[in-house]
């Protein structure tokens, strides 16, 4: 049998692990997933799914919240492996952030009692890049001062979800920079409407504010700059946890790849005794655990200042490279039947490819990494 | 078990201040083209830190080692990296990182307690004579013959791509006792004195102009019995020992920390700007490509290392995944600095010295993939061994070795 590299877990992570994927295997299967485009509300129950924790790793125990080890951000990327593994959809990555976010608000600001609902799985939320430069298919949304109110306006593609959360975090441009507002779904002048996707696991939609009067910015920490150090934070943990998701669905594709190898024959042998596939194999071996290196890396690189951005940048252009070239390395394994819609293998090709380009593509991530690295400041100085 | 680690690191660094010097930014990575004069310097320099008791400091006491644990020797050598140590090039590694830990797994008693003492003192070094002009990835297609004569071995053959052999004092040699069994089975590791009657060394001129590795040419040398390392015809298990050693060392690198580069490539960076091309962005992108796989290289190696020690798969086949990294990466990372060099890197004045690494790098790159193991033994490697994909088919015979 093949040798799975696993670290063991801490043993709370690892119960983490087990509850969450006894729940999935009960609730989900990739048969649902291929529906899941066609549905109009969040096919999970979300309560159920809070229960077990998904929504309160980043969150403070005074606002229901806590994580099982002492990285909150780790046990969370527990769980975003096996939303990849296991093709589960829903707002699990943006709810976080925006979970995250609110949580770092200050004491007096009173959007943090919001972090409550969301962590118990009452109502959901979405993390609308927008503006702060990580959406591939950037919008355009721009919030200006019309008689002391804050007006939004513009459209966001492309945002998971926004056809049903509840709660929209908004990066828009100002005339100062970029701010962020929360904003609730039934807001007057915001509309939503459905969009097609490769990923049909997962839902998408585009978001359009048509003069959406907002509340004040949020500010979880006063301080200047063009994209502030918050905004950071929140492309860092979209992108681990997009790194979670990709490695757990990398996992499992490489998996059934491997074990197709083993057992289809031609030429009167296994297939996965031909150099050709072997080699293939053993490459596509290395992107895997390669790419599980570095989502540990990513982890630890959470908080880390400027070379934690730059790390978290690494590790989300390296992935995300590599998880299209897995999905395809896979798909050639597979030959004819990976062409049929009952194989799952085009369901992962699917959301690796997706989750490549969400919250910043590879290219953007390099472009990203550098602008953190000091020297290279230096150097185009 | 803490408070004495940090002990011993205070009394290391007290040590090293007090009896080495700082090193320099003229100190080389590796000596090179070494000399005998040269290499009295390394020995005088050698034998000062065994006398105070830092050589050996994992090796076991009865053969003059320390007896310490190998957190000891990483805090000795996180330590001493600021100082000029010993350098011995690449035979420092070879006789440290690769021959003794074999012998110290194979050797009987009384050969290791003639040799380590002299290892340490810095008195022998010791060379690999492994690889053959016939055996290059089928290492263990070994032609080299040793035939028993009473307490005496004769070995007759020539072995190839032996790294530093110009300057060694003994070599670890594989050679076949057995030719009637299938050809893993047949083979037999020796300690050959470099200066025994009937032995040749000649170094090979490689593409760079430098001559580092050697062939050698075995005419009825005469070998005693002692010096067998290891059980007769069971060469190949001590082969695989060492070769996990060996692959295990590029990532070790002297037993140094491996982290992260902290900042993006920075020497690719220093020849952009040099160049004028510092925000061309396709070059931006190529530098920011380098980066990422520098630190995926530092990422996948120390997985790797925590996967080994938690015992999830031997260490040699683990150790496969950096090496087929390091494979792919370096000869890619040493195109694109041709890339970024464009004309200037192909043709260059006397006085662009740093315009030379980045073409000789590019000659030179290419060895990672193919030295210590290709990139497709190291596939064959990961498939065979760690996805337990069928092993290829065999043209050979089973029955033993003709020719």
New interface residues.
Partial sequence: MPTRLEIPLASEQAMLRDATRRFVSTAWSPVAAREVHNTESDPLDLRQAAELGWFAMLAPEELGGGSVSTSGIADAAVIGYEQGRHLVPGPFISTNVVVDALSRAPAGDDRRSLVRDLVAGWCTATWVDAGSGAAVATGNVTASRVNGRTLLRGTAPAVQDATTVDWFLVTAQSAEGLDQFVVPRDASGLSTKSQQSLDITRRFGAITFDDVEAGPALEVAPGAGAVSEQIQRQIDIASVLTIADMVGAMDHDFDAALEHARTRTAFGRPIGSFQALKHLLADTSLLLEASKAMMDAAVRAVAGGAAGHMLVSTAKAYVADSAISLGQDCFQVFGGIGFSWEHDQHLYLRRLTTDASLFGDASWHRRRLLDWDPYAKDVTA | MNDELSEYRDRARRWLAENLRRRELGDADDLRNITPGLLDAERDLQRLVAEAGYAGISWPKEYGGQGLSQEHEHVFQQEAAEYRVPNFGVLGRTTFGICVPTMLAFARADFLDEHIPKVLRGEELWVQFFTEPAAGSDLAGVLTRATRDGDIWRLTGSKMWSSGAYYADYGLCLARTNWDVPKHRGLTWFAVDVDAPGVTVRPITLITGESEVCEEFFDDVEVSDRDRIGEIDEGWTVAQTMLAFERSMGSRNHGAVVT?P???A?DL?EL??DLGR??DPTV??M???A??ND??FA??T???T??SA?G??DASS?AA?PK??AG?FTPERARIGMEIGRVATVVWDDDHPERARVATNYLTARGRAIAGGTN?M???V????????????SFEDGDGVHR
């Fill in positions: 992260s902290s900042h993006v920075a960076q952009a700007r510092a925000d931006l992108d530098i920011a490509r980066h990422i630190v995926v990422e996948l120390a997985r790797m925590a996967l938690a999830a798969a683990l995944y087929l990294a792919l497709q190291m596939r064959n990961i498939a065979e061994r760690i996805l337990d994909l069928p092993r290829e088919v």
